[in-house]
């Protein structure tokens, strides 16, 4: 799996060539906020959602390796100082996830709950179902 950079509040770290969904084997981005002590695995979706079986297996792929990264213990091998910060994973989305999708989405939330691992959806646009646009996937999602 390709990791970033040491995270920094000061400096982004350099991303990878390859990110998004697509991509499961990569981190697109972590992030540690010093203020609130939240260390953050960031997904991209560039893509608009299309409620495709692939997509669907895309997604899921991608979010085992993030949390196989997390809880499997590579992530505090490459990064120590992070060990025992809680721990987010957001999707950012160029639209609102479709049904199938949001509905994928909420089962892994309440799943990695569990871990006391939160899950952000957030969207730039309306998604296939006219989802608001602007944090978050619209109704029946409760990521926000």
Known sequence: MTQPQS?????????PALKGVEHAGVIDALVHDPETDVVTLLMVEPRPWDGSELRLFQLQEKINAYLSFALDGEMHEAFPQLEGKPLRLILDCLTAPDSTSLGFLGMVRDQIAFQG????????GPGPEGAES????????GCK
């Open 7 to 15: 995270p920094s509040s000061e400096s982004a770290p350099t991303m």
């Open 117 to 124: 691992i939160t899950l952000e959806v957030r969207a730039a």
């Open 134 to 141: 602007g944090g978050g996937c619209g109704s029946g999602c």
